[in-house]
């Protein structure tokens, strides 16, 4: 089970940090992902990390976007700065076994996802 926390209003150049607990025990194994989903839009890969602490990230969150985990507290992290209205969207959490991929259907495990909106 993955539950998200930390969405919220911010205006345009702020920031934000999203969290995601997790439950099980292979949460230490499993690649983590953040997505989002804006209205009438696909739902599109942001950050992830697998577990050897590699990162990836979306071209579009380069340099603003950090992504982190604690695999004693089974929590990911997303530290947003440089917040821009284009990043408004409903931010997902997502696992699964294998590495990092940045396709949705891949991923086996999907929180409710947290609401980020960003006023210019």
């Known amino acids: 089970q993955l539950v998200e926390s930390g969405g919220g209003l911010v205006q345009a150049g702020g920031s934000l940090r999203l969290s995601c607990a997790a439950s099980?025990?292979?949460?230490?194994?499993?690649?983590m992902a953040w997505f989002r989903q804006a209205p009438g839009k696909e739902r599109e890969f942001v950050a992830g990390?697998?577990?050897?602490?590699?990162?990836y990230y979306a071209d579009s969150v380069k340099g603003r976007f950090t992504i982190s985990r604690d695999n004693r507290k089974k929590t990911v992290a997303l530290q947003m700065i440089s917040l821009k209205p284009e990043d408004t969207a409903v931010y997902y959490c997502?696992?699964?076994?294998?590495?990092?991929?940045?396709?949705?259907?891949?991923?086996?495990?999907w929180g409710q996802g947290t609401q980020v909106t960003v006023s210019s």
């Open positions: 099980g025990r292979t949460f230490s194994s499993r690649a």
């Open positions: 997502a696992a699964r076994v294998s590495g990092i991929v940045t396709t949705a259907p891949t991923y086996d495990y």
């Open positions: 990390i697998d577990w050897t602490i590699t990162t």
